[in-house]
């Protein structure tokens, strides 16, 4: 069975930084491409970041987060991580991680339909 557990979320002032992580398991991770998707209250789900397997492409990132924030894979401990520096009230959402075993166009990336495996998310509140 497929996992993907995140954590690092919380309750930060504009300016800060933040460290999302999200752990898998069930998979073989060195196969799967990783993404990072967010949704804010009363919008829709948004792509933020996606990181393929090594050898498989480039990293994708949302132009509103270009610069800010930074995907990374750790194979080792099945991980990928968002750091997320510089935030803005506007980057409040619950954060997701999803996996795919497929590594198309960057539309195609970034439109989430690709992701077979999602986790459950973590909140990040940014004030202001």
């Known amino acids: 069975q497929v996992q993907l557990v995140e954590s690092g979320g919380g309750l930060v002032q504009a300016g800060d930084s933040l460290r999302l992580s999200c752990a898998a398991s069930?998979?073989?991770?060195?196969?799967?491409?990783m993404g990072w998707f967010r949704q804010a209250p009363g919008k829709e789900r948004e792509f933020v970041a996606a990181r393929p397997w090594i050898g498989g492409g480039s990293t994708l990132y949302a132009d509103s987060v270009k610069g800010r924030f930074t995907i990374s894979r750790y194979s080792a401990k099945s991980t990928v991580t968002l750091e997320m520096n510089s935030l803005k009230p506007e980057d409040t959402a619950a954060y997701y991680c999803a996996a795919t075993a497929r590594w198309g166009s960057p539309a195609t990336m970034m439109g989430g339909d690709e992701y077979a495996y999602w986790g459950q998310g973590t909140q990040v509140t940014v004030s202001s």
């Open positions: 069930g998979l073989t991770f060195g196969r799967y491409a």
